[in-house]
């Protein structure tokens, strides 16, 4: 790749890097970002620097098997390498992953909670779902192996108990994706305490399907089958297609879903309109919180 071109992903990382820590979705010395310069190099942030104040020279470039290549003396890559190498490896159309930690969607994958409800047109066009990888110890192989089967059907997941991780054809739509992440959960989270949620219907989320063509947008698998079309016996694997929660509802294109509202229901009055003192609304919360954790 041409120094200049080289130079400019030095400057797209750093600017990318700021953003994620001006917007909280790092602290310390936490996430990390690569991109392809090469057919079997990577350019990478360093190990031990915080996202907020890098520069382009503390970048450092690998081979696919994460050996140095080039970089400052004492630079070396991120120490969660492993898990953009196995990105890189499993999906070839990929040019860019970021990792952070923002904190609503961190919240839910230590939760346990996947974002892998139809609630949002967008997100379901662009990402589908927001599966969580299972628990590996950070900067080991663990948690490569953990991420590695749903990388190849998802560019957004959740990592149990560590953050989010995001893919795209190059820097910028990588970190797009995260900030669809974070917007998404906390559009989520803001619905569940209100005490539910209206689903997009199963049939209108195959018309979202039809319509990334049209827009242009790449998907690495498609939405998995509505599990009440599925034969006996038969499973959608979230390895090999997109689980989304979305009911069969034919005609309708919203569906009311109230199974995280029974911790208000008994502050509704026979009109509708809810009426709680402050003492009862932070009580109401507390329960909300138990109930979504415990879901």
Not at 12 to 35: H, M, T, Y
Not at 78 to 94: C, K
Request: proline share 7%; charged share 20%; net charge negative.
């Amino acid at each position: 790749m041409p120094s200049a071109d080289l130079a400019e992903l030095r400057d797209a990382i750093v600017e990318i890097g700021r953003r994620l820590w001006q917007r909280g979705f790092v602290a310390s010395n936490d996430g990390n970002i690569s991109v392809r310069v090469g057919p079997d190099r990577l350019l990478m942030t360093p190990a031990s620097v915080s996202k907020g104040f890098m520069t382009p020279d503390m970048m450092v470039v690998t081979d696919l098997d994460g050996r140095v290549i080039e970089g400052a003396p004492g630079r070396k890559p991120s120490s969660e390498a492993l898990m953009h190498l196995v990105a890189y490896r499993e999906r070839p159309d990929i040019g860019a992953v970021v990792h952070s930690h923002p904190p609503l969607s961190t919240g839910f994958a230590v939760a346990g909670i996947p974002l892998d409800r139809a609630v949002l047109a967008e997100v379901v066009t662009t990402l589908g779902s927001i599966p969580i990888a299972d628990y590996g110890t950070p900067s080991t192989p663990e948690l490569a192996e953990a991420v590695a089967p749903l990388v190849k059907a998802h560019d957004g997941l959740l990592l149990a108990n560590h953050g989010a991780l995001a893919l795209g054809k190059d820097l910028f739509a990588a970190y797009y994706k995260m900030e669809t992440i974070e917007h998404f959960a906390r559009i989520s989270l803001v619905a569940r305490m209100l005490g539910r949620e209206r689903l997009l219907s199963r049939e209108e989320v195959d018309r979202l399907q039809g319509l990334r063509d049209r827009y242009g947008i790449a998907s690495p698998a498609p939405v998995c089958p509505d599990p009440a079309t599925m034969p006996a016996g038969a499973d959608g694997d979230a390895a090999s297609c997109q689980v989304v929660v979305a009911p069969s509802s034919p005609g309708e294109r919203l569906v009311p879903d109230t199974s995280v509202a029974r911790g208000v229901a008994a502050a509704v009055g026979t009109g509708g309109e809810i009426r709680l003192t402050y003492a009862q609304l932070t009580s109401l919360s507390e329960d909300v919180v138990k109930e979504i954790v415990q879901a």
